[in-house]
């Protein structure tokens, strides 16, 4: 059964940073492309970054290009994103998801972590 | 960015009718649409896939038509178990893109 968990969420002040992970199980991890997408209380989901099978390509929504890295370690199974620089507007639950044919559509999910910028 | 926009905002159906749900997108995405069902407190799922394919594991009663801009998700017969918000999700312009959900509730 695919599984994935994030953790690492909580709340931070604003200009802060806080990193997430996200654990997978299974599934032969280093062979899929991988997303992060967020959803703020009450609304839409929103796509922030993708990262390749090998790593090797990124690609970040505008709103967090220059302060979000997407990151994984397929020896751990495990998918990363840096957060720095966080703002308000950056709360929300953010999952990992698993584009299962590079289609950027996302067959599996987390539960989510929920990550709050507030001072 | 590709707007893509549902309607209605909240549809309220009797269990074994029909429901519609629509989805239009700014601009063309072919059949490169999906959508997803999320309930209270848990992450979407998915549903459909290249407009029209049904995900594994996802009953028949579930089905996805349309292409370029225009789509709609149809639940044949709605269960209990069907209250939840869906959206639809352009897979073929970057960045990709989410609707602002349809609620469907069970009147």
């Known amino acids: 059964e695919v599984q994935l968990v994030e953790s690492g969420g909580g709340l931070v002040q604003p200009g802060g940073s806080l990193r997430l992970s996200c654990a997978a199980s299974?599934?032969?991890?280093?062979?899929?492309?991988m997303h992060w997408v967020r959803q703020a209380p009450g609304k839409r989901l929103v796509w922030v970054s993708r990262?390749?099978?090998?790593?090797?390509?990124?690609s970040y929504a505008d709103s967090v290009k220059g302060r979000f890295t997407i990151s994984r370690d397929d020896a751990k199974n495990t998918l990363y994103l840096q957060m720095n620089s966080l703002r308000d507007e950056d709360t929300a639950v953010y999952y990992c998801?698993?584009?299962?044919?590079?289609?950027?559509?996302?067959?599996?999910w987390g539960q989510g972590t929920l990550v709050t910028v507030s001072s | 960015e590709t707007v893509m926009t549902q309607s209605p905002v909240t549809l309220s159906v009797s269990p074994g009718e029909r429901a519609t749900l629509s989805c239009r997108a700014s601009?063309?995405?072919?059949?490169?649409l999906a959508w997803y069902q999320q309930k209270p407190g848990q992450a979407p799922r998915l549903l459909i896939y290249?407009?029209?394919t049904r995900a594994t594991g996802i009953p028949a009663r579930f089905s996805g038509s349309g292409s370029g801009t225009e789509f709609t998700l149809t639940i044949s017969s709605l269960q209990s178990e069907d209250s939840a918000i869906y959206y639809c999700q352009q897979c073929i312009n970057w960045p990709w893109t989410f609707g602002q959900g349809t609620k469907v509730e069970i009147k």
């Open positions: 290249d407009a029209s």
């Open positions: 601009q063309s995405v072919t059949n490169k």
């Open positions: 299974g599934f032969t991890f280093s062979r899929y492309w």
């Open positions: 998801a698993r584009d299962p044919t590079v289609a950027a559509y996302f067959d599996s």
């Open positions: 990262i390749n099978s090998d790593g090797s390509s990124t």
